[in-house]
């Protein structure tokens, strides 16, 4: 009786698997007191089964009671007094014990069995088959249904969410919700938050590409009006990238037009031109040519039109000089002063040179009366 006491409260102590030895001291029980007992275990385990089943929905418990016996000596064994009932749900309960047993002892295992609906990813056959009422039996296999995905021990179906924001328990109700990439997405804090290298748009996440960074498409990037452009984002043609790269900006093709920095003028306009003022202009003692801001030409200089000739306002008034024959002169009726770079207008240089000696015709008689 010893060893039947041990095997109740191992049997108890264990209810998935448990090992049974009935060892040859306890040779002379009888078989009836066997069976009772073996009766006895089975009703007391399926009873302490049933009150502490697992929060997950379940069938009845299948219970299976198997005796073996060993033979030795070819001493002849007889299995009888089998028992069988039936649960509510069909599944069958039964208990096989042995009449007598044999000199070597016997054997016997004991193992139960959680009937347990399929999870998501099992096989089915019908809809009562698949655990949860999220989930359904399609083509076979247990699935989730439309809005829903499988939790990580397939054990429910989850609801996916719709905005970044929203309450989560798994990763997958974010990424898979958001239709991301399984890193773009993260269930942080039971919240649902962008990942690593992506940031929050219109309640999604999108990667943090700016310009020099790959890309697909050109909604992958998110430098203002950039593109994507041979696989990496860029500012298109007549644009520029603006400061920190955080958009790109028109470039100014003319003087006077409106910017924000040097480069908007310099795209087009050169080295010589600047953002001065919010307007593009030409930098000190360069002019604009037409195309670009060059610096200033001195007399006798060569040149290839007029407009290499043209002087900016620091360099005097003479803007009209013309580009004659390669080299830059002064034009018709003015009057060239090399050492100054300069043009004069001849009329102008004659009413001077008119005041001058009139004033010297002035100022020498009037010396002489003093004599």
Partial sequence: MLVLTMVHTYLLSLP????????????????????????SITNRTASMLNSTRPSVETTTIKMILTQEVRVENNTAVNVSNSVTGNSSDGNQLQVSAVESKPDSGVVTYFKQLYQLKSVIGDNCTKQEDCEG????????????????????????????????????????????????KEDDAKCISFKCLCGTGTVYSSGTCIKSIYLGNKCENDRDCLTLNSRCLQGVCACPLDMVPGAENRQCLPAIKSLDQNCTQDDQCQEYMGDNSLCHEEKCQCKPRTHFNGTVCITDLKLGESCSSQTDCIVSNENGSGTDRHCVQGKCSCPPNFKEIIEEDACINAATDLLINSKLLLLLLLIIPSRLICL
């Fill in 16 to 39: 998935l698997v448990a090992l049974f030895a009935l060892s040859s001291s306890a040779e002379n029980a009888t078989s009836s007191t066997v069976l009772t007992t073996i009766r």
């Fill in 133 to 180: 009422r999220e989930s359904y039996c399609l083509e076979g296999t247990c699935q989730c249904q439309e809005g829903y995905v499988s939790a990580l021990d397939r054990s429910r179906c989850l609801p996916v969410v719709r905005s970044i924001g929203e309450k989560c328990l798994e990763d997958a109700q974010c990424y898979k919700g958001l239709n991301l």
